[in-house]
Nanobody, 123 residues
């Protein structure tokens, strides 16, 4: 059974950091592109970052560039999102997803999704 499970969300003050993890089971992440998306209340889900399988190239939305870093550990079948200098506008449910299209932050390009983890940035 294909499953993605996110963890690491929580409440953090503005300027703080969190590291999200996404663990895969039932399949291997190696060979797939992996993306992180987020959805704030009342908004559409948006692409945050993605990483390719071929060469580990990374891509970021302008809103998080320079603050977030995506990485993958194929040996642990996991992907991570290090989030620094967090802002209240980063508050959202964060999802990881896998797909076959490299370098895409387009939601329809992803086939499998996790259930999400809540990130709240507030003082």
């Amino acid at each position: 059974q294909v499953q993605l499970v996110e963890s690491g969300g929580g409440l953090v003050q503005p300027g703080g950091s969190l590291r999200l993890s996404c663990a895969a089971s039932g399949f291997t992440l190696d060979g797939y592109a992996i993306g992180w998306f987020r959805q704030a209340p009342g908004t559409e889900r948006e692409g945050v970052s993605c990483i390719t399988s071929i060469d580990g190239s990374t891509y970021y939305a302008d809103s998080v560039k320079g603050r977030f870093a995506i990485s993958r550990d194929n040996a642990k079948n996991s992907v991570y999102l290090q989030m620094n200098s967090l802002k209240p506008e980063d508050t959202a449910v964060y999802y990881c997803a896998v797909g076959a299209v490299a370098g895409s932050l387009f939601e329809p390009d992803y086939d499998y999704w996790g259930q999400g983890t809540q990130v709240t940035v507030s003082s």
